[in-house]
C-alpha cells in the first residue's frame, strides 16, 4: 500500500491530519484514525451505499475514495449531521415513521437523503426513491424510508419558508 | 378502503398519556434515537485494548481429505496467531441440534468455505495478508452437489442415505382416496412439481465478533446475533467450562432475518478460539461481505411435488405431497426447518387426505439455515402455484377455488388440528381483491394485453396462505422460557429477556406491554442488553415467537412487580405511576431488589405428538390475503411489480407503524426471492457473492406496498397479539408467479423468475404448442 503519508482535510467542521496509507480507504480512516464509527461498511464496493458521506457536499461511497483524494476537502457524517438543528426534523422523521429498523443504512440513507434536499426541498416519492437508489435496507422494504423523508422534507421546506419571511 | 379493513396508519408518533395505554399507539422506537445520530454501537465499532484482528482459512473444495496445511516460509509467521482443529480445548463441535458439525475442519472437508485454520494479528491488513500465504493441501472427494444426486446416494456423504431427517404426516388415508376416484368422472387429479431457490439473507451488516477468553477467566464474546443462549450453548463444551464462565452479550445489531440464529456459534468460537491461543487478548473477527454471502448459511433450495385430487366442481378431496430440502453438508437447523415446512405444506385449506413425504437432504454446499419463514415459503410457494394450476384445469378461477376450500373454524388442518380461531379467510380475501381493484383491473388488463403489438403484458395473482406463530409442537414447552422484570427504587421498571432487538421492535413492544400491563409511562420501562450474564433464557429471537410468547411473559413478569408490591401492602388496587414509584421505593429501603420472573407454561389445549406429527402444530397462526399485480416487460422478460396488497390478521396490532414495518419487510425480500435473488452455484461454492450480482431490490425496484390489518385477538398473547416477522415472506413469491401466468399465460414453476428463466419458459411453451 505504499508509504504512510500525511493527509490532510477537514472532518464535520474540524481540521484533521492523519499518517496513512494514501490509497486506504476513506471509510476506514474515518472509522480507525478519526474515530467516528457512524459511517458502516455493509459491502466495501460501493453497492449498498451503508457508508455514504458528502464529500465538499458531493455523495459519495467512502469505501471507495482513497484517502488522498480528500486531501483539502470538507467531509460530512453522519455524526457531523446530529449537530446540525436544520437536520433534527429528517432525524425524528426517521425515528417517527420507523424509516429505521435494523439502523446500519440509515446513517447512508440520513446522507443520501440530506444531499437530495439540497438538490431539490419538495422532491417527488419517484424522485425519492431514486435518490435513494444506492441505499440499500433489508428492513423496511423502503415505505416507512421514502415517507420519512416525504415527511421531513415539508417541515423542513416549511421552516425554511417560516425563517424567510421573518428575515 | 374496505370495510372492517384497519390500514397501518402513516401518522405521527404519538405519546401516550400518562398511564394511558400504549399498546395500538405508534410510540417512538426506543433505541431510534442512536441510530439516527451514529451513536448506535455495532460489533465493528468498537475497538479493545490489545485488540488482534482475525482471519478464516477456508476450504477452495467441495469435499475432500486435508492432507497438509503449508505456511509460506518467506512470509513472517512471527506475531501470527495460528489456530488449528488441534487447538480447540474440549470438543471440536458447534452445539446445535446433532452434534456433526466441527467449529474447524479436521481431516476433512465437507464444503467449500468450511473453516479449516483461523490466523490473528494486530494488524488487521497483515493478517489478511497472512490468510493469503497459507495454502491448504486438499484431495478431492466425489462431491454431492444437488437435491438429485443427494437422493440418488450413490455418493453417501452423510448417515447411510444422505437423509438428515424424514418426516411422514398423514391425515385421513390418501392412497384409499385416489382408489375409491379411480375410474370416477367427477374428479381430476392434478400434478405438479415446484422448485425454488436458495436465498442469502443480506442483512446490511456483516456477520461478526469479539471475543476474550483465557481458561482462568473463561470466554465472553459481544457480537451480533440473534441467540445469545444458542451462542452460549455451542461455546460450553467447546470449551469445556462451566456455564457461569461463558458470556454472550449482544451489541446492537443490523439485521438478521435468520442469518444470525445459528451461524453466530461457529464466528463466536473462531474468535474466542483465537483469544484463547493470544493469551487473552481480544480478538475480533468481523466478515466482510463476500466472506459473508460465501461461507454463512442461506435460505434452504426445495423441491415439491404434488398430486391432487379434486372433483370437478372444485371440491378438494386428497393431496399427496412430496416436499424436499437441500440441507447442506450438516444438519444444523434443518430438522426443524423440514417441519416447519411440511406442516404448512398443505396450505390453509380443509382437505380431508393430507400426505406429506418430507426430507431434509445432505449436500457438499455449506450448511442451509434459518431464513424468515424456515421453510413455510418453500412449501407454501409450491402449494399457492398448485392450486392455481388445479383451478386452470377445472376452469374455475384462482380465487373461486380457493374460496371453495378455505379453512374455517370447526374445520382440522393437515395435522388434525381444529381451528378454534374466529377466522374469515373468505371476507379477507375478498377485502385484498377489492383494496387491489381487482375486478376492474381484470378487465383493464384483458384490454391492454390483448392490444396487438403489446410488448408489456399484465396481470393479477393471490396467495392465500398461514403461518405458525411460535416455535413448533411441543417446542415451547422443552425452551421453557423465562422472562425477569425488575423494578429500580425510581419506580422505572426494567424488562429482563435474552431476546434481541436486531431492528424488527423488540425493545419498543416490550416497553409497551409492560407499560401497559402496569399503568406507567411507556418511558418508564427500559428493556436491558442481552447479555447471559444479566438475563434470563427467555429462548431464541426466532420463530414469530418474540411478540407472542416472550410478549406474554414479559406482561406476567410485570404484572408480578405489581403483585408483590401489593401483597406487602405497598400499593393499593388501583394506583397511580407515582404510587407506583413510591411503593418501589418503599420496597428498596427495608427489601433490597424487586424482581419477579415469569416462565412459560402451554396453554390449554395446546397439545402436540412428535411420534405420530398429530396434534396443535401451533398455538395460533398469523392468516393472510396477498395480491400482486405485475408488467412483464416481453422484450427484455423483466417483471415489474406494480402494486401488492398484503391483508392478514396478526391478532391484536401492538405498533401499527412497527408491524406494518415486518410486513413490508419481508414482502420486500419475498419479491426479491420470486424475481431477482439466484445464487449461483459453482462446485457447491456461490459464484456470485458479492451485491454487484446478487440482486436484491433497490428502492426503485418496489412500488409502495400496502399492508393492511384484520385484528383476531388471540387470547394467549400479548394483549391479544399473535406473531409477525415471518407471515409476510410466505405470500409474495406465489401471488407474484401466479401473476405472470395470469400476464402470459405460461406456467412458470421455480423462481426466481429472473429474465432468463422466463424467457426460456416462455420459448419451451411456444415450442411445446407448435
Given at each position: 500500500m505504499g508509504e504512510r503519508t500525511e493527509v490532510r482535510f477537514e472532518v464535520n467542521g474540524r481540521e484533521v491530519a492523519v499518517k496513512t496509507w494514501p490509497m486506504g480507504r476513506l471509510l476506514d480512516v474515518l472509522r480507525t484514525e478519526v474515530g467516528l464509527t457512524g459511517t458502516k461498511e455493509g459491502c466495501g464496493e460501493g453497492e449498498c451505499g451503508a457508508c455514504s458521506v458528502l464529500v465538499d457536499g458531493v455523495l459519495v461511497n467512502a469505501c471507495l475514495v482513497p484517502v488522498v483524494q480528500v486531501a483539502g476537502c470538507s467531509v460530512q457524517t453522519v455524526e457531523g449531521l446530529a449537530e446540525d438543528a436544520a437536520v433534527e426534523p429528517l432525524r425524528q422523521a426517521f425515528v417517527r415513521a420507523n424509516g429505521a429498523q435494523c439502523g446500519i443504512c440509515t446513517p447512508g440513507m440520513l446522507m443520501a437523503t440530506v444531499a437530495l434536499l439540497r438538490e431539490e426541498a419538495r422532491p417527488s416519492d419517484a424522485r425519492i426513491r431514486e435518490a435513494l437508489g444506492g441505499n440499500l435496507c433489508r428492513c423496511t422494504g423502503y415505505v416507512r424510508i421514502v415517507q420519512a423523508v416525504r415527511e421531513a422534507a415539508a417541515e423542513m421546506a416549511g421552516a425554511r419558508a417560516d425563517a424567510e419571511v421573518e428575515g | 378502503m374496505a370495510a372492517g379493513l384497519e390500514e397501518a396508519p402513516v401518522g405521527r408518533a404519538e405519546r401516550p398519556p400518562v398511564g394511558g395505554p400504549s399498546i395500538g399507539a405508534n410510540v417512538?422506537?426506543?433505541?431510534g434515537r442512536g441510530k439516527v445520530t451514529g451513536a448506535a454501537r455495532y460489533v465493528d465499532d468498537v475497538v479493545m485494548d490489545g485488540m488482534l484482528y482475525g482471519a478464516t482459512v477456508r476450504s477452495p473444495v467441495a469435499r475432500g481429505r486435508i492432507v497438509g496445511v503449508h505456511y509460506d516460509p518467506a512470509f513472517d509467521w512471527s506475531e501470527v496467531v495460528v489456530v488449528t482443529a488441534a487447538d480447540v480445548p474440549a470438543r471440536n463441535l458447534v452445539t446445535l441440534i446433532l452434534e456433526d458439525q466441527p467449529v474447524l475442519a479436521d481431516g476433512v472437508v465437507n464444503h467449500p468455505e468450511e473453516a479449516v485454520v483461523l490466523l490473528a494479528h494486530p494488524d488487521r491488513w497483515y493478517v489478511e495478508e497472512a490468510r493469503r500465504h497459507v495454502r491448504l493441501e486438499i484431495e478431492p472427494l466425489p462431491a454431492v452437489l444437488d437435491i438429485d444426486a443427494a437422493l440418488a446416494a450413490e455418493t453417501v456423504i452423510w448417515g447411510d442415505d444422505n437423509v438428515l431427517k424424514r418426516i411422514d404426516l398423514a391425515k385421513g388415508d390418501v392412497d384409499a382416496a385416489f382408489a375409491a376416484a379411480a375410474g370416477r368422472d367427477d374428479v381430476v387429479v392434478v400434478e405438479g412439481v415446484y422448485e425454488t431457490g436458495a436465498q442469502e439473507q443480506l442483512y446490511i451488516e456483516p456477520q461478526g465478533m469479539i471475543a476474550v477468553a483465557t481458561p482462568g477467566q473463561g470466554v465472553t464474546v459481544w457480537g451480533s446475533l440473534q441467540c445469545p443462549y444458542y451462542v452460549h450453548k455451542a461455546l460450553v463444551p467447546m470449551f469445556g467450562l462451566p456455564e457461569e464462565q461463558v458470556r454472550v452479550v449482544q451489541m446492537t445489531t443490523g439485521g438478521g432475518f435468520g442469518g444470525k440464529e445459528e451461524y453466530p456459534s461457529m464466528i463466536a468460537g473462531h474468535a474466542a478460539l483465537l483469544s484463547w491461543k493470544a493469551g487473552g487478548r481480544p480478538v475480533k473477527l468481523i466478515y466482510d461481505r463476500a466472506e459473508d454471502m460465501v461461507a454463512t448459511t442461506k435460505r434452504h433450495p426445495s423441491r415439491t411435488r404434488h398430486r391432487t385430487l379434486v372433483t370437478r366442481d372444485g371440491e378438494l378431496l386428497a393431496m399427496d405431497i412430496d416436499f424436499v430440502l437441500d440441507g447442506g453438508a450438516y444438519a444444523t437447523l434443518s430438522a426443524v426447518v423440514l417441519s416447519r415446512g411440511t406442516i404448512h405444506a398443505a396450505g390453509p385449506y380443509r382437505v380431508p387426505h393430507v400426505r406429506v413425504t418430507s426430507r431434509a437432504v445432505a449436500t457438499n454446499l455449506p450448511p442451509h439455515g434459518a431464513f424468515r419463514g424456515f421453510g413455510a415459503p418453500q412449501s407454501i410457494f409450491a402449494v399457492e402455484r398448485h392450486l392455481d394450476k388445479v383451478a386452470k384445469a377445472l376452469g374455475m378461477t384462482p380465487e373461486a377455488l380457493r374460496r371453495r376450500n378455505l379453512l374455517s373454524e370447526g374445520d382440522t388442518t393437515a395435522t388434525g388440528q381444529t381451528v378454534t380461531e374466529r377466522i374469515d379467510l373468505p371476507r379477507m380475501m375478498r377485502m385484498a381483491m377489492d383494496e387491489a381493484r381487482w375486478d376492474e383491473r381484470k378487465r383493464a388488463y384483458a384490454e391492454h394485453n390483448a392490444v396487438p403489438g403489446q410488448t408489456v403484458l399484465k396481470g393479477l395473482g393471490l396467495a392465500t396462505f398461514f403461518h405458525g406463530s411460535g416455535f413448533t409442537g411441543s417446542g415451547e414447552s422443552y425452551l421453557a422460557s423465562v422472562v425477569h422484570a425488575e423494578a429500580t427504587a425510581e419506580g422505572r421498571v426494567v424488562v429482563l429477556a435474552a431476546?434481541?432487538?436486531?431492528?424488527?421492535?423488540t425493545n419498543t413492544i416490550f416497553s409497551q406491554v409492560a407499560s401497559d400491563a402496569l399503568g406507567l409511562p411507556y418511558e418508564w420501562v427500559d428493556v436491558a442488553q442481552p447479555d447471559t450474564a444479566a438475563v434470563p433464557d427467555s429462548g431464541p429471537t426466532v420463530a414469530s415467537r418474540t411478540t407472542m410468547v416472550v410478549g406474554k411473559l414479559v406482561e406476567r413478569a410485570a404484572l408480578g412487580l405489581r403483585d408483590k408490591l401489593q401483597a406487602e401492602g405497598l400499593l393499593g388496587r388501583e394506583y397511580t405511576p407515582e404510587q407506583f414509584a413510591e411503593a418501589c421505593a418503599a420496597w428498596h429501603a427495608s427489601r433490597g431488589r424487586l424482581l419477579a420472573a415469569s416462565e412459560y407454561k402451554a396453554p390449554p389445549g395446546v397439545v402436540w405428538d412428535d411420534a405420530t406429527y398429530r396434534g396443535s402444530a401451533y398455538g395460533s397462526y398469523g392468516w393472510a390475503c396477498y395480491v400482486a399485480a405485475v408488467a412483464v416487460d416481453t422484450v427484455t422478460w423483466e417483471t415489474r411489480v406494480e402494486d401488492f396488497v398484503a391483508v392478514q390478521d396478526i391478532g391484536t396490532v401492538i405498533h401499527p407503524v412497527l408491524a406494518a414495518g415486518q410486513v413490508e419487510g419481508g414482502v420486500a425480500q419475498g419479491i426479491g426471492w420470486a424475481l431477482s435473488e439466484e445464487v449461483v452455484w459453482n462446485d457447491g461454492r456461490m459464484a456470485n457473492g458479492r451485491m454487484t450480482n446478487y440482486i436484491m431490490p433497490t428502492?426503485?425496484?418496489?412500488?409502495d406496498l400496502r399492508v393492511f390489518f384484520q385484528p383476531v385477538p388471540y387470547e394467549h398473547g400479548p394483549a391479544g397479539a399473535k406473531g409477525v416477522g415471518e407471515l409476510p415472506m410466505d405470500g409474495p413469491a406465489p401471488a407474484i408467479v401466479n401473476a405472470i401466468e395470469d400476464a402470459l399465460g405460461v406456467a412458470v414453476d421455480a423462481i426466481p423468475v429472473t429474465p432468463e428463466r422466463l424467457m426460456r419458459a416462455v420459448k419451451q411453451a411456444e415450442a411445446a404448442r407448435g
Open positions: - | 417512538p422506537r426506543k433505541e431476546s434481541t432487538e436486531i431492528g424488527q421492535g428502492a426503485m425496484d418496489l412500488p
